[in-house]
């Protein structure tokens, strides 16, 4: 299903890589960079990865429906790299809605999806990862939240293996996705879910929204129980609340 490999030792962004080659005429195809100088973060924020400190790639993916169909994939994406790196022996991964993956609420990497092309009922889709490998002191230290990296977690396996574990149970994912949508993933993915339980902030636009996580809907949107009942949520950002 992989029609494009490129490898590079520097680039802007690898989504950037996809998204473009996408308007380009390719169907799908993986874009990874050891070195990023224009990374992007979700929510309009840098991804800044200093050389060797993180595995950055994006999948370029054309999926045959319009953008609606795809308010669950992050949470699926999620939900593959969390399985993958299960069969690389780490197994202690959280999922925080939408997408990044935490172990004991520090950030081991996060999920970056971009679309265009949501005209004719076709979506070309880059979905963009980023996994701590081996962070610098002096960068944690900076950080606005807690982060952990794969060296921290010992882990010991090579990057392109994990590379390549990532890119073929998330390849699977994408091809249950795209037949089933997110529901049958749904249990798995509360499995996982790092915040279920727990009362959290969640700050949507200019709102701020205070309750306890319940988990997810089959579409993928998160459920709260706030001081109104219960509430779903489509977007935001969300955090543990501190008493
Ligand atoms: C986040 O947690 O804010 C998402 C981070 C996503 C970073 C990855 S690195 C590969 C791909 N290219 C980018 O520019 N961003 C994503």
């Known amino acids: 299903r992989l029609g494009q490999l490129v490898l590079t030792v520097e680039t802007d962004s690898t989504n950037t890589r996809a998204l473009d080659a996408m308007q380009a005429g390719l169907t799908t195809g993986l874009f990874a960079s050891e070195y990023q100088h224009s990374g992007r973060g979700r929510r309009g924020r840098q991804w800044v990865s200093p050389l060797g400190s993180s595995l950055c790639f994006s999948l370029a993916w054309r999926f045959n429906s319009g953008a609606a169909a795809l308010e669950g994939l992050s949470l699926a994406v999620?939900?593959?790299?969390?399985?993958?790196?299960?069969?690389?022996?780490?197994?202690?991964?959280?999922?925080?809605?939408?997408?990044?993956?935490?172990?004991?609420?520090?950030?081991?990497?996060?999920?970056?999806?971009?679309?265009?092309?949501?005209?004719?009922?076709?979506?070309?889709?880059?979905?963009?990862?980023?996994?701590?490998?081996?962070?610098?002191?002096?960068?944690?230290?900076?950080?606005?939240?807690?982060?952990?990296?794969?060296?921290?977690?010992?882990?010991?396996?090579?990057?392109?293996?994990?590379?390549?574990?990532?890119?073929?149970?998330?390849?699977?994912?994408?091809?249950?996705?795209?037949?089933?949508?997110?529901?049958?993933?749904?249990?798995?993915?509360?499995?996982?879910?790092?915040?279920?339980?727990?009362?959290?902030?969640?700050?949507?636009?200019?709102?701020?929204?205070?309750?306890?996580?319940?988990g997810v809907t089959d579409q993928g949107g998160l459920r709260l129980q706030t001081s109104a009942g219960q509430e779903v949520f489509h977007g935001g950002e969300m955090s543990v609340r501190l008493q």
């Open 78 to 214: 999620g939900l593959a790299l969390q399985q993958a790196l299960a069969q690389e022996g780490l197994v202690n991964i959280g999922l925080k809605w939408p997408n990044d993956l935490l172990v004991n609420d520090a950030k081991l990497g996060g999920i970056l999806i971009e679309l265009s092309g949501d005209a004719a009922g076709e979506c070309q889709v880059a979905i963009g990862i980023g996994l701590n490998v081996q962070l610098p002191e002096a960068m944690v230290e900076q950080l606005d939240q807690p982060c952990v990296d794969l060296t921290q977690l010992g882990y010991s396996g090579s990057k392109t293996q994990l590379l390549a574990t990532v890119v073929s149970e998330l390849i699977h994912m994408l091809e249950r996705f795209e037949t089933s949508g997110f529901a049958p993933l749904r249990s798995a993915w509360e499995e996982a879910n790092a915040f279920r339980g727990r009362e959290v902030a969640l700050t949507s636009g200019p709102r701020r929204y205070e309750g306890v996580c319940l």
